[in-house]
């Protein structure tokens, strides 16, 4: 029996990008999977397909052993007959109904009663009893958040459809909500896939990751495994790796391949590198790179560059140090780190890199 999602469609537009999706899937149970990529990569559109709010020109999407869309059947599924959850990026609230009528709105064929009883159990799950009557211009931009995840919970959907759902908040609530609607999703264990072009909202949010790049899915996986390990240039620019530099591949031998960048010899990891490959892209994630004042710290790492500090600047708690090491590094450090070491634009550091660490991608990928 097939569980879960599962997608490959086709969606073209007149003038426009041509949209194809590959092996898209679900699990059945509780997980969060982000469509992840540049604006205009095609993401919402296909929520909107799986919704059944678009209907594609090509392909298969099915949910369990129930076909949704099927073109060679011309087959296409109601909306209304998929159970699918929906909360659009600016929440799709209706400004002159309470609360209470907003969760309500979807829950046709219900006695009244049962109706009050559902949305009194969703907004005391979600926290916020006893605001039933207010209108949603009287609530935080997290209230309404909130609203709109209980309208679409409040139905027991099969799967949850959310498109960018921080994006209507401003930058700290956005920060201070990421916990809260993982929490939540988790609590509810309905199979979500979500939406986002935040690199940080997709390592907070998600389980699965799909990279999606100019209208197609180019790689898919585990959220660590595709952020440290991107399949090609243009992924890695997508998960904004910190650096990325052409090499050229000096050695193999056990199972260590050793690449000379620009000025300086960096030490890999040979696996999965097919022994024939000859230029790749280097990829150090800049949160993998330990600075040291002193140069008898070697210990474990293999990879020790002699640098000099080009640029410091603030990234939200953290700070980028932009280094020069025979090839331009950055490293990411806490603000009392960068304190403790006296770091400032010109001083002389060693960068720390353990050859686990470095991705090489092979140039003609």
Known sequence: MNTGLSASFTKRFDNGPMICVEALRTSEKGGVTVLFGASGAGKTTVLRCLAGLEKPDEGLIRFGDEVWFEASRKHSLPARLRHVGFVPQDYGLFPHLSVEQNIAYGLHGLALADRRRLVAEILDWMGLAGMEKRLPGELSGGQQQRIALARALVRRPRLLLLDEPLSALDAPM????????????????????????????????????????????????????????????????????????????????????????????????????????????????????????????????????????????????????????????????????????????????????????????????
């Not at 056990?254 to 300086?264: D, M, P």
């Open 174 to 365: 956005r920060v201070r909500l990421r916990g809260e609607l993982r929490g939540l999703l988790i609590r509810f264990n309905v199979p979500t896939l979500l939406v986002t072009h935040d690199r940080q909202e997709a390592l907070a949010l998600g389980d699965h990751l799909v990279v999606m790049h100019e209208g197609r899915v180019v790689q898919q996986g585990a959220v660590p495994e595709i952020f440290s390990r991107p399949s090609s240039l243009a992924v890695a620019g997508i998960v904004a790796v910190e650096t990325i530099q052409p090499g050229h591949v000096v050695h193999f031998g056990e199972g260590l391949v050793q690449v000379s960048v620009k000025n300086a010899s960096v030490t890999a990891l040979a696996e999965n590198l097919p022994a024939d490959v000859r230029t790749v892209f280097v990829c150090i994630r800049a949160e993998d790179v330990i600075l040291s004042r002193g140069e008898d710290d070697r210990s474990s790492p293999r990879n020790h560059w002699a640098g000099v500090v080009r640029a410091l600047s603030r990234e939200g708690p953290l700070v980028r140090v932009d280094l020069d090491c025979g090839f331009p590094l950055a490293a990411l450090l806490t603000k009392q780190a960068c304190d403790q070491m006296g770091l400032a634009e010109g001083e002389r550091v060693f960068a720390l890199v353990k050859a686990p660490h470095i991705h090489l991608i092979p140039r003609e990928a």
